[in-house]
């Protein structure tokens, strides 16, 4: 069994930093794409960035520019650097991990959540 925990959320004022961390523990072979999903109140759950394991990233458009993700694949940990932060960043962020098994099946794996909370 795999088991994401996140850490980093909290409360930070507008135009703020926050840097969210997310580690993987468990038996598996490796970890494919690595993802951060956040879900605001009311709204559904959307996927802020992604990265592959090449390395190559992608954000959603409302992100762009201000959040950066980044994977230490030797700690098995995903990051996202969220600089400028806004109101509307308030959400629960979720890690998403894909990882490779033994038996060479992939298995997709979410972490419990942590709420970021930015005020104005």
């Known amino acids: 069994q795999v088991q994401l925990v996140e850490s980093g959320g909290g409360l930070v004022q507008a135009g703020g930093s926050l840097r969210l961390s997310c580690a993987a523990s468990?038996?598996?072979?490796?970890?494919?794409?690595m993802d951060w999903y956040r879900q605001a109140p009311g709204k559904q759950r959307e996927r802020v960035a992604i990265?592959?394991?090449?390395?190559?990233?992608n954000y959603a458009d409302s992100v762009k520019g201000r959040f950066t993700i980044s994977r230490d694949n030797a700690k098995n940990t995903v990051y996202l650097q969220m600089n400028s932060l806004k109101p509307e960043d308030t959400a629960v962020y979720y890690c998403?991990?894909?990882?490779?098994?033994?038996?060479?099946?992939?298995?997709?794996?979410w972490g419990k959540g942590t709420l970021v909370t930015v005020s104005s």
């Open positions: 468990g038996r598996f072979v490796s970890i494919y794409d």
């Open positions: 990265i592959t394991s090449g390395g190559n990233t």
């Open positions: 998403r991990f894909v990882v490779t098994n033994f038996d060479n099946s992939a298995m997709t794996y």
